[in-house]
């Protein structure tokens, strides 16, 4: 869970000189319109920005902010943008934005239009696309969403779910003190349950030289070489 406190930064690059440092922009909620907090963030291929804020979904198009609300009236936890739709999870909900004629966003709740039925106060934290797969994660479901064929599967789990990634083509999500995991054809496999990396709070995942490395908030990274987790250092890997 990503939390954007009281100010929200944009960092807008001008290449005129290239030892000249970009600018920063400071945009208070007055200046934007809704609540301090933000907790993701995303922009479309037409450049315009998107945020997940406790008071909806917020669109910035670089001159002029405009606030929508979901129609539950509830906090917008994330948010993900893809060709020309955006996705968002709220209390309760999933679902995507379009624009219309007017250019005005329009909402169209998954949950409703393919009858799923949640879980009680469910939030949906963390949106990822893979090919022709939507994924909503909340913290105890991943629900996963064919967007051609409407088919739906939904990974549940006893164990908090603390985030998902996609890496590679490969989404992986981790349990609060109960391993690392990697979706295949629909179902949960684990990847690794070693001891550092439970203790650790995962904040993302790359490849490197074709080795997993996680990169935690508290204990720095680690790599898996031959199903071994190993605290990364320089004299490990060859980024050559």
Do not use: C
């Not at 490969?170 to 550092?196: C, H, M, Q, T």
């Amino acid at each position: 869970m990503r939390l954007f406190n009281l100010l929200l930064f944009f960092h807008f690059i001008f290449l005129v000189n290239a030892q000249e440092h970009p600018p920063v922009m400071a945009f208070y909620p007055e200046m934007y319109g809704a609540e301090n907090q933000n907790w993701s963030v995303t922009q479309s291929e037409n450049q315009n920005m998107y945020f997940a804020n406790n008071s909806g979904l917020l669109e910035f198009n670089g001159s002029k902010w405009k606030l929508y609300s979901v129609p539950n009236n509830s906090i917008v936890r994330s948010v993900k943008a893809d060709r020309n739709k955006i996705y968002s999870g709220s209390y309760m909900d999933f679902g995507f934005w379009e624009h219309n004629q007017f250019g005005i966003l329009e909402y169209q709740s998954l949950v409703e239009a393919l009858n799923i039925s949640v879980l009680e106060e469910e939030q949906f934290w963390n949106i990822e696309i893979l090919d022709d797969w939507i994924l909503f994660q909340s913290l105890s479901r991943i629900y996963m969403i064919n967007r051609v064929s409407n088919t739906i599967k939904i990974i549940k789990s006893n164990q908090e779910i603390l985030n998902i990634f996609s890496v590679n083509g490969i989404i992986y999500f981790a349990k609060r003190n109960n391993g690392i995991y990697k979706i295949v054809n629909g179902k949960e496999v684990l990847v690794s349950n070693d001891p550092k990396l439970n203790s650790s709070r995962l904040v993302g995942i790359s490849n490197i030289n074709k080795n997993l490395l996680f990169i935690t908030s508290d204990n720095g990274f680690y790599y898996i070489d031959n199903d071994i987790v190993r605290t990364w250092s320089s004299d490990y890997i060859n980024f050559d």
